[in-house]
């Protein structure tokens, strides 16, 4: 479990930090700078920063439900691994613009959270 969680995280570190860095090059300056100015990104600079926002709406969740079956000794087996998974298929997807397949994983990566918080009750 304390490798899913690590992953989890080091996940966010990937969709928040470096794929809209990756994106932004030509932006470094800006990126370096306070920020007041307006610049326009790329598309897939939009994309990975879109994909972040969605992945932090559903993280919180993710880590509380990691966090209790830890604490409460509740073997979550593979679940954990998936919804990662499924996560980081999604980011991928997303940069890519592939919409349905891409909104078809994102309701795998529910019902693994859903399961995630069945096993816990």
């Known amino acids: 479990m304390n490798m899913m969680i690590i992953g989890a995280l080091i996940l966010l570190l990937v969709h928040a ?9 030509k932006h470094a300056v800006w990126l370096l700078s306070s920020r007041d100015e307006v610049v326009e990104f790329a598309v897939h600079a939009l994309r990975a920063k879109r994909a ?4 932090m709406e559903s993280l919180p ?8 079956a830890k604490i ?10 998936y919804w990662l ?6 980011a991928l997807l997303y940069l890519a613009g592939t919409p349905v397949v891409r909104s078809l994983v994102w309701i795998a990566s529910l019902g693994i959270l859903i399961m995630m918080a069945l096993a816990l009750i």
């Open 17 to 25: 930090w470096l794929l809209p860095m990756m994106f932004s090059m």
């Open 52 to 55: 972040a926002i969605n992945y």
């Open 61 to 68: 969740a993710f880590l509380a439900l990691a966090l209790l």
């Open 72 to 81: 409460d000794g509740v073997d979550l087996g593979d679940l954990p691994m």
């Open 85 to 90: 998974i499924c996560r980081a298929v999604y």
